[in-house]
């Protein structure tokens, strides 16, 4: 099913809450933006599904995978690395596995690896 509540985070984030900018920006129409929104639409065309996630840069399974996750919703993300995330030509998101999420990572072993990596990504 749609998550209705990733569109209006992103929204928030990058079109200042605007639907009609996102709507304009992203090509899909205000009225099926508000639809998805308010959840009268669950299952988008995979028209409006390809459009928005390329205005927003992510991967299409983000919009049904319920614990993806943008950078700022990271727990313990340090800011630097997600303003530097936010701000990237191509926005990524992140997935926590299920099966790193049950293999009981502590959570500042996950803050050392996020780290490690950023600090390689932008060298």
Request: charged letters at 25%.
């Amino acid at each position: 099913m749609f998550q209705s509540k990733k569109l209006r985070k992103l929204i928030d984030l990058y079109d200042n809450g605007s639907e009609s900018e996102a709507a304009r920006r992203s090509g899909v129409s205000q009225t099926t933006i508000s639809e998805l929104l308010l959840g009268k639409t669950t299952s988008p065309h995979k028209k409006t599904i390809k459009k928005l996630s390329s205005y927003y840069g992510i991967h299409e399974s983000y919009w049904y995978t319920a614990d993806a996750l943008l950078p700022n919703e990271v727990p313990d993300l340090p800011p630097e690395l997600a303003s530097t995330l936010l701000t990237a030509d191509i926005k990524p998101y992140l997935v926590l596995l299920p099966e790193i999420k049950k293999s009981g990572i502590p959570p500042h072993i996950l803050k050392k690896i996020i780290t490690e990596w950023s600090a390689s990504t932008l060298e």
